[in-house]
Each structure stands twice: as C-alpha cells, then as structure tokens.
C-alpha cells in the first residue's frame, strides 16, 4: 500500500468533494481518501498494484476536480537520491 498524492487547481467546493470521493472510494484498491486545504490537495491511500495515479486524475476530472499535471519526485516523502536534491 502506497499513499498518492493529489495537488489540486483551485477551490472545491464541498459538494465536488463528496462526489470525488465517492468516486474514488469506488475504484477497487483504493482505501481511504483526505481532502485537506491551503493548498488544496488530496492523499488517497491506495493498493500500488491495482491502482494507478492516472485512474485517481480521472476519477477526480469526472467529477470535476482538476488535478496538477506534474507530480513531485518527492510527492510521497521518499527520496531516492538519485536526483540530487
């Protein structure tokens, strides 16, 4: 189990939250899922072998939250060293 995590464009409104939860709830290997504020972003603990991050990006656009393009190297916390910084 990895966590993946979501940077999102904008404001959400509580209703789109609800939505893009249940969504995402949905979508099998996924476990839980925290909408947090300032900035906005989300955290989805989710099954690294079934589910993918592009599965979640389109889950949350179906419901009309829009996710940043590029992720972080560190977006989960881990650093490899291999980039450097």
Known sequence: MKTETLHIVGSVSAEATE???ARLKAIPG???VSFL??????YAHIDDKTTT???LVAA???AGVLVEALQSPHANGSCCG???S
């Open 30 to 32: 996924v476990h839980d």
């Open 60 to 62: 949350l656009a179906e």
């Open 53 to 55: 991050r592009m599965q």
């Open 37 to 42: 504020d300032s900035p906005a972003r989300l």
């Open 19 to 21: 939505r893009a939860g």
């Open 82 to 84: 291999g980039c450097g």
